[in-house]
């Protein structure tokens, strides 16, 4: 099992910038470097989508509606990954989940709420 814990998520101001975080606390490094990590999002009344992922040699995959915007980051021996967000837009605001996939199992986050309101 690997447990994560998302954090950085916030209101923010359209156009401003949040940098979300998740750390795999209680998981060997061994383990997380064998998972693709990523980031979801989830609107109200919507399904939750990919925002990007990340493999552990650094190999990037975004949405199109993020590309430009946001960039995923891997730090594996802190066993963290981060999402740097620039240029929100209101159509951002979402609950932002932490993912770590491996072949066909999958691990969740809490999620973080992210907000993009003036």
């Known amino acids: 099992q690997v447990q994560l814990v998302e954090s950085g998520g916030g209101l923010v101001q359209p156009g401003g910038s949040l940098r979300l975080s998740c750390v795999a606390p209680?998981?060997?490094?061994?383990?997380?470097?064998?998972?693709?990590m990523g980031w979801y999002r989830q609107a109200p009344g919507g399904q939750r989508e990919l925002v990007a992922t990340?493999?552990?040699?650094?190999?990037?995959n975004y949405a199109d509606s993020v590309k430009g915007r946001f960039t995923i980051s891997r730090d594996n021996s802190r066993k963290r990954i981060y999402l740097q967000m620039t240029s929100l837009k209101p159509e951002d605001t979402a609950v932002y989940y932490c993912n770590a996939h491996r072949e066909f199992t999958d691990h969740w986050g809490q999620g973080t709420q992210v907000t993009v309101s003036s």
């Open positions: 990340i493999t552990s040699g650094g190999t990037t």
């Open positions: 209680r998981t060997i490094t061994s383990v997380f470097n064998s998972h693709v």
